[in-house]
T-cell receptor, first 112, second 116 residues
Framework: NAGVTQTPKFQVLKTGQSMTLQCAQD?????MYWYRQDPGMGLRLIYY???????DKGEVPNGYNVSRLNKREFSLRLESAAPSQTSVYFC???????????FGNGTRLTVT | AQSVAQPEDQVNVAEGNPLTVKCTYS??????LFWYVQYPNRGLQFLLK??????LVKGSYGFEAEFNKSQTSFHLKKPSALVSDSALYFC??????????????FGQGTTLQVKP
């Protein structure tokens, strides 16, 4: 989707491996989010960053860390991947007020 | 606690017929409500939102949604379905007391299948 770029698109990890999911935006929005999507469960918020230099936990933060590197970039790190982290991960951004979220196209992660 | 329910996992409708995708919510105070659509292997796309004002809101691609406060519902509707409307639809709610724009609570999603 225009404005939010996620890399990689696909990744397969073995249990215990680590990786970082990258997200970059070109819409100059302050707020950035990481969600995970699992069948039958909708999307659940992992972490978010309301502005550069701040991060906060969402609904399901355990097993993840984040870094808001600058206004454009917000990364999600799995230090020791577990099969329960097999999911599709979406980065999203939002402007001020009641702006809707803009989503990236997602990273499909499989942990074996 | 806030919550959103989409009671139907799948909705099937014939092309040209009206469609409804149901959503009910639970939130303290007046809610901000959203509908998103997801096509295969893509991120979610915003369709429409209700913040305040008219209970019937119009959005992208001919979709509209009706806010009903007494029934705590926000059903998505379209008068005439297209095959290209087939996708996964998500309802979401935000607590207006939340200071953060994107902290949405999503329903589990409803797959819409429009048959020719």
């Amino acid at each position: 989707n225009a404005g939010v770029t996620q890399t990689p698109k696909f990744q397969v990890l073995k249990t215990g491996q680590s990786m970082t999911l990258q997200c970059a935006q070109d819409m100059n929005h302050n707020s950035m989010y990481w969600y995970r999507q699992d069948p039958g469960m909708g999307l659940r918020l992992i972490y978010y960053s309301a502005s550069e230099g701040t991060t906060d936990k969402g609904e399901v933060p355990n097993g993840y860390n984040v870094s808001r590197l600058n206004k454009r970039e917000f990364s999600l790190r799995l230090e020791s991947a577990a099969p329960s982290q097999t999911s599709v991960y979406f980065c999203a951004i939002a402007g001020t007020g009641v702006s809707p979220l803009h989503f990236g196209n997602g990273t499909r992660l499989t942990v074996t | 606690a806030q919550s959103v329910a989409q009671p139907e996992d799948q909705v099937n409708v014939a092309e040209g017929n009206p469609l409804t995708v149901k959503c009910t919510y639970s939130v303290s105070g007046n809610p901000y409500l959203f509908w998103y659509v997801q096509y295969p292997n893509r991120g979610l796309q915003f369709l429409l939102k209700y913040i305040t004002g008219d209970n019937l809101v119009k959005g992208s691609y001919g979709f509209e949604a009706e806010f009903n406060k007494s029934q705590t519902s926000f059903h998505l509707k379209k008068p005439s379905a297209l095959v290209s409307d087939s996708a996964l639809y998500f309802c979401a709610v935000r607590d207006p007391g939340s200071s953060n724009t994107g902290k949405l609570i999503f329903g589990q999603g409803t797959t819409l299948q429009v048959k020719p």
